[in-house]
């Protein structure tokens, strides 16, 4: 399990204790105590910093895969100046210009590609 997993299910958890001292007291038509709003209070701060793990650990997590990226792309770039079998113009150039159905972008691709894996089917 990775970390932001880890994170998003001390939130989910944290979200749950906090339902079930409000659904308690909402059972039992009344107000929450003072013990009761002391944890509530506390589950909110804690769920605060959850947020803020998990904000860091998407940026971290983002800065990860643009460092991957970089580093294939400069790998790529630098295997085809020292290795190039042919000139550049023998690769294909496919652009949205040139091919309407062509990925706007990586991201875009890398969408569809997870949208292919959970069954959706783009027409």
Do not use: C, W
């Not at 947020?51 to 970089?70: C, M, T």
């Not at 309407?100 to 959970?118: M, Q």
């Amino acid at each position: 399990m990775s970390k932001l997993e880890k994170l998003n299910d001390r939130k989910a958890a944290l979200v749950a204790a906090m339902r079930k001292l409000s659904d308690k007291a909402a059972d039992e038509e009344r107000e929450f105590t003072a013990e009761e709003q002391t944890a509530y209070d506390q589950h909110k701060a804690d769920l605060v910093d959850a947020d803020k793990a998990i904000a860091r650990e998407q940026d971290l997590v983002a800065l990860e895969k643009s460092v991957i990226l970089q580093k294939a792309g400069e790998t790529h770039s630098q295997a085809g100046s020292v290795n190039s079998l042919g000139p550049e113009t023998s690769k294909p150039n496919i652009t949205r210009e040139t091919d309407p159905n062509a990925f706007k972008s990586f991201g875009d691709f890398l969408a569809s590609v997870k949208a292919f894996e959970h069954g959706a089917v783009a027409g």
